[in-house]
């Protein structure tokens, strides 16, 4: 590194990783979608089964559970990091909070652990759905 290059925090580098977030969460969602259908056709053509299974949509709420905690709570920590470096970059006296652009992946880190939270609530729903329907099959 030169002596007179600088360590420079707003790269274009570090843009877009919510662009690459959401395609993450779309190549998740069909590998699973694609999963479940061979699954169903499986089931109705070569097993012959009736009895309907739940554990893949489950399988698919864990795992975006865990992806939108651990992405949310990565996108506010970066977010924080990044405001301080360009904030210690400024070297001004008062720190200045501005809310125009620096702040956008903490909203969507925050929005991330919302849905994170709302999986798993809804994997505990289906949870309980499924244990209430195989007590009124017996």
């Not at 470096?85 to 929005?111: A, C, H, M, T």
């Not at 709302?118 to 007590?135: D, P, Y």
Request: hydrophobic share 50%; no cysteine; aromatic share 12%.
């Amino acid at each position: 590194m030169d002596n007179q290059q600088s360590f420079n925090v707003n790269m274009p580098g570090m843009d877009g990783y919510d662009v690459l977030f959401v395609k993450l969460v779309l190549v998740i969602i069909i590998f699973s979608l694609l999963l479940a259908i061979l699954n169903f056709l499986r089931d109705k053509f070569i097993n012959k089964t009736t009895d309907t299974n739940r554990e893949d949509i489950s399988g698919l709420l864990i795992v975006l559970n865990k992806l939108f905690f651990i992405g949310g709570f990565g996108f506010v920590i970066a977010n924080i990091i990044k405001v301080i470096l360009s904030q210690s970059k400024r070297n001004s006296g008062f720190p200045s909070v501005r809310f125009g652009g620096e702040w956008d992946y903490l909203i969507f880190g925050i929005i991330l652990v919302f849905l994170g939270i709302g999986f798993k609530v809804s994997r505990k729903v289906l949870k309980k759905e499924s244990a209430i329907s195989s007590e009124t099959k017996n």
